[in-house]
């Protein structure tokens, strides 16, 4: 089944502060396995998406969805899959829980019982599959469906959060009601993101801290657009940054409200009008906080960063098709770079002959 036209603005999401283009993602498309106990509202939540309204008779299980990329902020499509132990064996589990990307596994918030088993069974089994596979664990939505029958606060501070410090490859959770459609779209939003832009390499949220490998790239990207070598960006700088990420650089008033942020909330992230690097740490630290992680990632892929934190094979040993018996050589523009990347680290001697 094939989902369009009317989901369009569900599924559109607000571009991050410091962006107004497209987010850059490596993925080419999404897997989303739903997965819970019998009666917990994973078939309802997909219909509701689809239909958007509530259908009071349902089957076991939906058949796959896919949504075309034209209806999502990243244009990647995405496959929903709906799982059903009244249809499907074990061994169907595990062939899904390998091909999917995300999970969504979901609770009813009226019923506790469900809560325990995503406890007991349903995570520890993610995670024994991935385990086995050699696979990385699963990032996971944890979703609480039936949000129009109880009030979910009194369940999250006594069982939802103990949960999610015991499993931290669930990526946040979801309170949601297919009934009155509340929060429907964002269940399946979370997911996709959590595939496109995953937290886990970023963040460290037990501690609120960047990673030291996001630490390290976003040191590396901070040190690549200081073009004069002085330890800040200044606004032209900035904006070299904000083409090559997102492809528009900002305008005066929303460089002037991102520098307005870092200046009230960080003390030495602000030097003579210009970003230090520790403004620029703290204001990615911001986004990720915020729920933009993806203005981040976008920063580090457009400067050859996959989902590793790695430099990509191809930037670092890029093909060179070079017939047998010819040489390379350096082109001119190639000279004229690496000549300028002396002289910005050369503190000795300012210039360098280049015969």
């Not at 249809?87 to 506790?112: F, G, N």
């Not at 909330?265 to 210009?274: I, Q, T």
């Not at 960063?305 to 190639?334: C, H, M, Q, R, W």
């Amino acid at each position: 089944m094939c989902v369009g036209g009317s989901l369009r603005q569900q599924w559109l999401r607000d571009q991050p502060l410091i962006a107004h283009s497209q987010v850059m993602t490596s993925k080419r498309d999404v897997r989303i396995l739903l997965l819970g106990d019998r009666g917990v509202g994973k078939t309802s939540l997909i219909l509701s998406l689809i239909s958007e309204e509530f259908l009071d008779e349902v089957p076991f299980r939906a058949e796959e969805i896919t949504i075309p990329p034209d209806v999502t902020a990243q244009h990647v499509p995405t496959h929903i899959v709906d799982f059903s132990f009244e249809e499907q064996k074990e061994s169907d589990l595990v062939e899904e829980m390998c091909k999917a990307h995300v999970a969504c596994l979901v609770v009813s918030l009226d019923d506790v019982s469900s809560v325990n088993s995503a406890r007991e069974y349903w995570l520890p089994t993610l995670n024994g599959v991935s385990f086995d596979r050699q696979l990385s664990p699963l990032p996971v939505i944890l979703v609480g469906n039936k949000s129009d029958l109880v009030n979910p606060e009194l369940l999250i501070s006594t069982h939802i959060e103990p949960m999610m410090s015991e499993f931290p490859n669930i990526e946040t959770f979801v309170a949601c009601s297919a009934r009155d459609l509340s929060n429907v779209s964002e269940v399946f939003h979370y997911a996709q993101k959590a595939v496109l832009h995953p937290s886990s390499p970023l963040f460290n949220y037990d501690i609120s801290e960047l990673t030291m490998t996001a630490v390290r790239c976003l040191h590396r990207v901070f040190r690549l657009c200081d073009l004069d070598n002085d330890g800040l960006l200044n606004d032209s700088e900035i904006n070299l940054l904000q083409v090559r990420a997102f492809g528009a650089p900002l305008d005066a008033i929303n460089l002037h409200e991102v520098k307005s942020i870092i200046d009230r909330n960080c003390p030495e992230g602000l030097v003579n009008n210009s970003i230090s690097e520790t403004g620029f740490l703290f204001l990615n630290t911001l986004f990720i906080q915020r729920g933009r992680i993806e203005t981040t990632w976008s920063i580090l892929r457009s400067f050859g960063y996959g989902d590793d934190l790695n430099i990509k094979t191809e930037i670092l040993e890029p093909p060179v098709n070079a017939k047998p018996g010819s040489s390379v050589e350096l082109s001119s523009f190639g000279v004229d770079f690496l000549t300028a990347l002396f002289q910005k680290h050369d503190k000795v001697c300012p210039t360098l002959s280049t015969r």
